[in-house]
């Protein structure tokens, strides 16, 4: 009888063991095999980390996806480049970091550490960060995910770059929705002139979000979210973006899609589907540089492009200025140089700006003007009143109509150009005569 309790209590505990695959941690004695259902999940349950592929594709990962939500939505993928192609590899850690194996041994991917690891563990974290660390030492991470970013943006990872050690951290497209090898879009931090968020393709700017105002990037609507926090920040060390979620029951993302348009994304368990809160897609505008230099581009304007004043068109088409606009006229700078106040704007390209944080708007001014070759003004900070001064050079790129927010923006107007303005002004008052 005793024997027979024993065994029982002995099977169901077997059976136990093999019903609960999900593990916490990994070690070198606890890898992951493909072909088993063994997961490695996040002590909240909200993140799991494993073998998967992708719709009825013979290629295996390993990946991060969401424990909860179906269909599965993968957040990070290891072997990107280096799909399986049966499901007999391996996922494992040794002294020298995470490693996938193949059927014949090979080493398909690893996580290259620099140094070795008397005792390594790898966990998932709440965040859907991937950590190796040594058992001796639980304090410090050795390696983690959140380092090699790929097409997903989760809150606690960064984007950006570290001046010192020239390390950057930026999403890289899929190829497809179907093939998560980097496909054509990058987005992180350019750090030319004022940082700026923007998706690159091939090394070109694509799409700009633009620079930092203190409050958001310039061509994206405010992010005033109660359970996110935005953190932009830029120092001598280093710059970086980051958002926090303030209320752990919410589930955000942000992907940069194959097409490359970032998306902002959250988890409604209501509709159980990803609602969207942002892209970048909304219209032509958002096409970078769409208009050419000096314009103002106004996606319900009846010209979708328009120079701004003191410029005209080098070329006219039924949409407006396409390809750019010039000086009306060759006037040299001087004293007499007024600026022109736009509002609503998003701020033109600041890859060749210089800016100032401490300097106010009315300084900012002074100094634009004592500058030829500084054709613009506005300022950096524009959250408690507005601080900072940011000047553009020799050209405008980039600036657009925004359907709310934007920021004031002031433009030089070369006093030789006075005249100009004067029959525009007369063009407006013949054609409002017009309809009175
Ligand atoms: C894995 O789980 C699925 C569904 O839960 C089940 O059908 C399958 O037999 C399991 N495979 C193994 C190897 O345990
Ligand atoms: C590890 O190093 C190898 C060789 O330098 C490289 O090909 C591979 O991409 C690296 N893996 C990762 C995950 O960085
Ligand atoms: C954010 O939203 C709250 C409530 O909707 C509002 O009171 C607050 O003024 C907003 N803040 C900004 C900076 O727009
Ligand atoms: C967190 O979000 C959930 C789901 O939207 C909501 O029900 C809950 O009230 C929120 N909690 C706080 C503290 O805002
Ligand atoms: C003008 O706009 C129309 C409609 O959006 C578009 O089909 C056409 O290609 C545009 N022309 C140029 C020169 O961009
Ligand atoms: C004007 O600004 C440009 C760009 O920053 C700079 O190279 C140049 O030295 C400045 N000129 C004067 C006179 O300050
Ligand atoms: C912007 O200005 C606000 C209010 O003065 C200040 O709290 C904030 O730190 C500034 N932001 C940056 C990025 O300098």
Known sequence: MGSFKRLAVYSLLLSFIRISSTLSILTPTQPIRDGTNETLVSAGGTFEAGFFSISNSKSHYVGIWYKSISPRTVVWVANREEPLTDSSGVFQVNSDGLSIINSRGGRIWSSNLSKTIEKPVVQLLESGNLVVKDRQNLESILWQSFDHPGDTFLPGMKLGRNFKTGQSLALTSWKNLDDPSPGEFSMGID????????????????????????????????????????????????????????????????????????????????????????????????????????????????????????????????????????????????KGDRFQKYEGKKLPDTSSSWYDKTISLRECEKLCLSNCSCTAYANLNISGGGSGCLHWFDYIMDMRELPEGGQDFYLRLLAGSELNIISSFHMTLAFSSCFS
């Open 191 to 334: 750090t030319h002139g004022l940082p700026q968020l923007v998706v690159t393709k091939g090394g070109s700017t694509v799409y700009r979000a633009g620079s930092w105002n203190g409050l958001s990037f310039t061509g994206t609507p405010t992010l005033n979210y109660s359970y996110m926090k935005f953190v932009f920040v830029l120092n001598e060390e280093e710059v970086f973006y980051e958002n926090e979620i303030l209320n752990s029951s919410i589930l955000m993302r942000s992907r940069l899609t194959p097409e490359g348009y970032p998306f902002r994304l959250t988890w409604s368990n209501q509709k159980t589907s990803w609602d969207t809160h942002y892209s970048s897609n909304m219209d032509e505008c958002e096409n970078y540089g769409l208009c050419g230099a000096n314009t103002n581009c106004n996606p319900r304007g009846t010209k979708v492009c328009e120079c701004l004043t003191g410029f005209t068109a080098k070329s006219q088409d039924s949409n407006g200025s396409f390809g750019g606009c010039g000086r009306t006229t060759q006037q040299v700078c001087n």
